[in-house]
C-alpha cells in the first residue's frame, strides 16, 4: 500500500540489497569497458558520482533505523496525540536532521543519474561532437545544461530553504514555519519537475533508436533496454503522489506523529491552516529506491555486451559504419560511370542518392 510507512527491517533490506546491486551494475559497467578496450568517458563518471552520493544516502537510512528515529513511532507525552509546534524532542530532531541531509544528497544523486544517461545518448548517436549545427548534437548538450541547472537550483534551495538559519529545519515545527520557505511547495516542484524530466529523458532516443538500420527485433530488444529506465520513473511517479497527497489531504488524528515529517499549522484569524503532511520514512524511502533504480537502467545498454552479444553503442555504431559503406561503394560507382550513356549514368545517380539519403537520416 502506497501510504503505509515501511518497516525497519524493510528498510535496511531493501536498502541493502539495491546498494549492493548498484556496486554490481557498476563495477559491471566498468568490466565491459575494459572487454571492448573503451576508455571511461564522461557517462561513465557521472555514474560514478551518482553511485558514491547513493552510499550516502543509504548510511542515512541506516543511522536513521539504528537509532529509531526513522521508520519507528514518534514517542510522545503521556495523553497527548501529538506534539506541540513550538516544542521537540531528541527523535524528531534526528529524523529532520537526516531528512536534511538526505534532501542536499539526493539532488545531486539524480541529476547525476540523468546527466549520465544523456551523455551515453550522445556519446552513441552523435558522430560529430564538436558540431553544434548537428540537431542531435545541440539537443543533447542543452538537454544536459538544462538538467545541470536543474540540479544545482533545488540543491541550492534545500540546502538553503530556511535562509541560512540551517537548525531552524529541525529545532521545531514553528521554527520552520515562521523562518524557513514553504517546503511543501518547494518538495511538490521538484517531485513533480523530477517526474517529468524522467519521462523526457526516456522517449528522448526512441526516434533514434527506430531510425537505426537492424531487423526488427535486434531494434525491439535495444529499445527495450533503454525502456528499462521507467522502472525508476515508477518510483519517481510514487514520491510525487506522496507529495501531491500530502499536499491535499490536510491533517489526519489517525497518523502516527513519527510518520509525517512535520505538521506545520499555521493560524489565519480563528482559522487553522494544514500546510504540511509528509510521510518522512516513505518519502526517503522512494527517494532511495529511485536512485538505486536509476543507476542500475544507466548500466544496463552498457551490459548488454558481457552477455555474448553486442552492447547497444556497438549496435549503433556497427548499422553506422555499415550505412557508411554503403555510401561510399555507391558513390565511387556514380564517379564511374560518369562515361557512361545518360540513361546508365542516371540509373546509378539515384541508386548512390538513396545510400547517401540513408546515410543522413541515420547520423541525425
Given at each position: 500500500?502506497?501510504?503505509?510507512?515501511?518497516?525497519?527491517?524493510?528498510?535496511?533490506?531493501?536498502?541493502?540489497?539495491?546498494?549492493?546491486?548498484?556496486?554490481?551494475?557498476?563495477?559491471?559497467?566498468?568490466?565491459?569497458?575494459?572487454?571492448?578496450?573503451?576508455?571511461?568517458?564522461?557517462?561513465?563518471?557521472?555514474?560514478?558520482?551518482?553511485?558514491?552520493?547513493?552510499?550516502?544516502?543509504?548510511?542515512?537510512?541506516?543511522?536513521?533505523?539504528?537509532?529509531?528515529?526513522?521508520?519507528?513511532?514518534?514517542?510522545?507525552?503521556?495523553?497527548?496525540?501529538?506534539?506541540?509546534?513550538?516544542?521537540?524532542?531528541?527523535?524528531?530532531?534526528?529524523?529532520?536532521?537526516?531528512?536534511?541531509?538526505?534532501?542536499?544528497?539526493?539532488?545531486?544523486?539524480?541529476?547525476?543519474?540523468?546527466?549520465?544517461v544523456v551523455c551515453f545518448y550522445r556519446r552513441i548517436f552523435v558522430v560529430d561532437k564538436t558540431n553544434l549545427r548537428?540537431?542531435?548534437?545541440?539537443?543533447?548538450?542543452?538537454?544536459?545544461?538544462?538538467?545541470?541547472?536543474?540540479?544545482?537550483?533545488?540543491?541550492?534551495?534545500?540546502?538553503?530553504?530556511?535562509?541560512?538559519?540551517?537548525?531552524?529545519?529541525?529545532?521545531?515545527?514553528?521554527?520552520?514555519?515562521?523562518?524557513?520557505?514553504?517546503?511543501?511547495?518547494?518538495?511538490?516542484?521538484?517531485?513533480?519537475?523530477?517526474?517529468?524530466?524522467?519521462?523526457?529523458?526516456?522517449?528522448?532516443?526512441?526516434?533514434?533508436?527506430?531510425?537505426?538500420?537492424?531487423?526488427?527485433?535486434?531494434?525491439?530488444?535495444?529499445?527495450?533496454?533503454?525502456?528499462?529506465?521507467?522502472?525508476?520513473?515508477?518510483?519517481?511517479?510514487?514520491?510525487?503522489?506522496?507529495?501531491?497527497?500530502?499536499?491535499?489531504?490536510?491533517?489526519?488524528?489517525?497518523?502516527?506523529?513519527?510518520?509525517?515529517?512535520?505538521?506545520?499549522?499555521?493560524?489565519?484569524?480563528?482559522?487553522?491552516?494544514?500546510?504540511?503532511?509528509?510521510?518522512?520514512?516513505?518519502?526517503?524511502?522512494?527517494?532511495?529506491?529511485?536512485?538505486?533504480?536509476?543507476?542500475?537502467?544507466?548500466?544496463?545498454?552498457?551490459?548488454?555486451?558481457?552477455?555474448?552479444?553486442?552492447?547497444?553503442?556497438?549496435?549503433?555504431?556497427?548499422?553506422?559504419?555499415?550505412?557508411?559503406?554503403?555510401?561510399?561503394?555507391?558513390?565511387?560507382k556514380s564517379k564511374d560511370s560518369s562515361g557512361s550513356t545518360d540513361g546508365h549514368r542516371k540509373?546509378?545517380?539515384?541508386?548512390?542518392?538513396?545510400?547517401?539519403?540513408?546515410?543522413?537520416?541515420?547520423?541525425?
Amino acid at each position: 500500500m502506497l501510504m503505509a510507512t515501511q518497516s525497519p527491517t524493510t528498510v535496511v533490506v531493501v536498502t541493502a540489497v539495491m546498494l549492493a546491486l548498484d556496486i554490481i551494475v557498476v563495477f559491471l559497467r566498468v568490466v565491459a569497458r575494459k572487454q571492448r578496450r573503451q576508455p571511461l568517458k564522461a557517462d561513465d563518471w557521472f555514474c560514478f558520482i551518482a553511485l558514491t552520493l547513493s552510499f550516502g544516502l543509504a548510511t542515512t537510512l541506516f543511522i536513521g533505523v539504528a537509532q529509531k528515529a526513522l521508520a519507528y513511532p514518534t514517542p510522545t507525552a503521556p495523553l497527548r496525540i501529538r506534539t506541540a509546534l513550538d516544542t521537540s524532542n531528541e527523535k524528531t530532531i534526528i529524523v529532520s536532521r537526516l531528512q536534511y541531509i538526505f534532501l542536499v544528497i539526493s539532488v545531486p544523486a539524480l541529476g547525476a543519474i540523468k546527466i549520465s544517461v544523456v551523455c551515453f545518448y550522445r556519446r552513441i548517436f552523435v558522430v560529430d561532437k564538436t558540431n553544434l549545427r548537428d540537431f542531435s548534437n545541440a539537443m543533447y548538450i542543452f538537454v544536459i545544461a538544462l538538467v545541470s541547472i536543474w540540479t544545482g537550483g533545488f540543491c541550492l534551495a534545500f540546502m538553503f530553504s530556511c535562509k541560512g538559519e540551517f537548525a531552524a529545519f529541525w529545532t521545531s515545527a514553528i521554527s520552520l514555519i515562521t523562518k524557513c520557505v514553504n517546503t511543501l511547495e518547494l518538495f511538490f516542484a521538484f517531485a513533480v519537475s523530477d517526474f517529468i524530466s524522467d519521462c523526457f529523458i526516456i522517449v528522448l532516443p526512441i526516434p533514434m533508436i527506430l531510425g537505426l538500420h537492424l531487423p526488427v527485433a535486434r531494434k525491439l530488444g535495444v529499445l527495450f533496454v533503454f525502456l528499462l529506465g521507467i522502472l525508476a520513473t515508477v518510483a519517481s511517479l510514487i514520491r510525487m503522489i506522496w507529495v501531491t497527497w500530502a499536499r491535499t489531504v490536510g491533517f489526519d488524528v489517525t497518523l502516527d506523529q513519527n510518520r509525517k515529517l512535520s505538521l506545520y499549522m499555521f493560524r489565519q484569524g480563528n482559522l487553522l491552516t494544514n500546510l504540511l503532511l509528509v510521510l518522512i520514512t516513505t518519502s526517503l524511502f522512494w527517494n532511495m529506491l529511485e536512485v538505486s533504480l536509476g543507476i542500475i537502467a544507466a548500466c544496463l545498454p552498457t551490459l548488454r555486451g558481457l552477455a555474448k552479444a553486442k552492447s547497444v553503442d556497438s549496435l549503433v555504431n556497427s548499422d553506422r559504419d555499415k550505412i557508411s559503406i554503403r555510401s561510399g561503394s555507391a558513390s565511387k560507382k556514380s564517379k564511374d560511370s560518369s562515361g557512361s550513356t545518360d540513361g546508365h549514368r542516371k540509373d546509378n545517380s539515384g541508386q548512390g542518392t538513396d545510400f547517401i539519403t540513408v546515410a543522413d537520416h541515420s547520423a541525425v
